[in-house]
């Protein structure tokens, strides 16, 4: 086997953009991966500020941004009563050792690594999401913002992407077939169609029958409770976790992967900082130091971004009483929505900039290293 100084398991966002911080630092990272060869799962994901950040940290922003226009504004329909809020972004723009030193996790939700490390296994949320890809070739002739429709336990949505794709998504806590739509794109149509969002607004339902079948993916929405991301041993040793293995949280907020892309960097960033404090990339019991520091910096963000997700989700699929309808039109999407969603403007800062031997140049490094 290759020898690495750090081994990466899984090569979904976080394992990719982890080998990425590494490689920009000069370490040698082995990404281990068990499917066979790559492929889509899911249609798109959307990218707030903070991800952009982590990705210009990661030198990867330019050619992501000539692809993708932002999305600066959306609106909310309450379907039972027809009402519409326009919610707004523009704030946010913006057994044998292979490894000598340390060991990454990047294995998504089911992580063996957060299980090795004494980490509980997340809990469903009781809420399930189907996501889909519509194409025109012809081109949509749609705005570039966010439509969203809300009614008693269901949310879905659309989100133009460029002028030919539209992304698409529904989640619902009512479940009829369950688990076969995860296995079955033509069933996710039907279902979706046919039932889910047969009120939703024809506006909907047409984008959504422009799928592409290969891209409609179902997925049980899980996550981790904060108080165990809070107290849960997140680093044991020379042995951590990022992505979804380390927080999965309910996809209500958009951050599971722009959350990753910060882990990624604020790992590399703490490797790269001992690189200059050591004058080389140093392994043992600094490296565990090292990942000590990376825990205790993303412990309470990814807590942070649990709760707010999972409180996102609640307040808009609950229920349809005076209460909850309250509190999603008057007090979530009026006062909380520009405080929860804030959390975008979250900066993971600039990974240290270092020779692949480990020599500092500082000329590009203005935070200080103690
Ligand atoms: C419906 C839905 C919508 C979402 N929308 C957004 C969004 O708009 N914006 C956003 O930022 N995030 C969104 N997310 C969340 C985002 O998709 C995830 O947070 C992100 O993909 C997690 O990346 P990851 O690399 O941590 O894990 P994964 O993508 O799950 O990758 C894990 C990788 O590890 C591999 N692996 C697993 N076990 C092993 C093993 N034992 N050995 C080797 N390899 C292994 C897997 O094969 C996989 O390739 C959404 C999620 C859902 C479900």
Not at 99 to 118: E, M, N, P, Q
Not at 326 to 332: A, H, K
Not at 341 to 357: A, E, I, Q
Not at 362 to 369: A, D, F, G, Y
């Amino acid at each position: 086997m290759e020898e690495a100084d750090v081994v990466i398991v899984g090569a979904g966002i976080a394992g990719l953009a982890t080998a990425l911080a590494l490689k920009r630092l000069g370490v040698r990272a082995l990404v281990l991966e068990k499917a066979e060869g790559l492929r889509t799962t899911g249609s798109a994901l959307s990218l707030s500020s903070n991800a952009w950040l982590a990705l210009d940290s990661l030198g990867i922003a330019r050619k992501l941004t000539t692809a993708y226009a932002p999305c600066r504004k959306g609106y909310v329909t309450d379907i039972e009563s027809g009402a519409i809020q326009e919610v707004s972004f523009s704030k946010s723009d913006m057994g044998e050792h292979v490894f000598r030193v340390a060991l990454i996790g990047c294995d998504g939700v089911h992580s063996v690594v957060a299980h090795w490390l004494g980490l509980r296994a997340p809990i469903d949320s009781g809420r399930w999401a189907v996501r889909g890809l519509a194409v025109y070739p012809e081109g949509h002739g749609l705005n570039l913002e966010i439509q969203q429709f809300v009614t008693s336990g269901k949310r879905a949505g659309f989100v133009p992407l460029n002028d030919k794709e539209v992304y698409w998504f529904l989640t619902s806590k009512f479940s009829s077939k369950g688990k076969d739509m995860a296995r079955d794109p033509e069933l996710i149509m039907k279902e979706v169609t046919d039932n889910f969002a047969k009120d939703f607004p024809r506006q909907y339902l047409k984008v959504v029958q422009r799928s592409d079948l290969s891209t409609l993916t179902w997925a049980p929405l899980m996550f981790r409770p904060p108080w165990d991301m809070i107290f849960g041993n997140l680093s044991k040793g020379n042995v951590t976790v990022a992505g979804d293995a380390m927080h999965p949280m309910t996809p209500d907020m958009g951050q599971g992967g722009c959350s990753a892309l910060e882990d990624a960097v604020v790992l590399g960033r703490h490797i790269g900082d001992s690189i200059i404090r050591n004058k080389r990339f140093v392994g043992g019991d600094q490296m565990a130091g090292v990942l000590e520091r990376y825990v205790k910096e993303r412990r309470w963000r990814a807590a942070g971004l649990i709760t707010g997700s999972y409180l996102s989700g609640w307040v808009q699929q609950e229920g349809s009483g005076w209460f909850t309808k309250f509190l999603r039109d008057v007090i979530f999407y009026k006062l909380l929505f520009i405080v929860l969603f804030s959390v975008r403007d979250y900066n993971c800062g600039k990974l240290p900039s270092v020779t692949s031997n480990g020599t500092p140049r500082l000329e590009n490094n203005p935070r200080k290293v103690d």
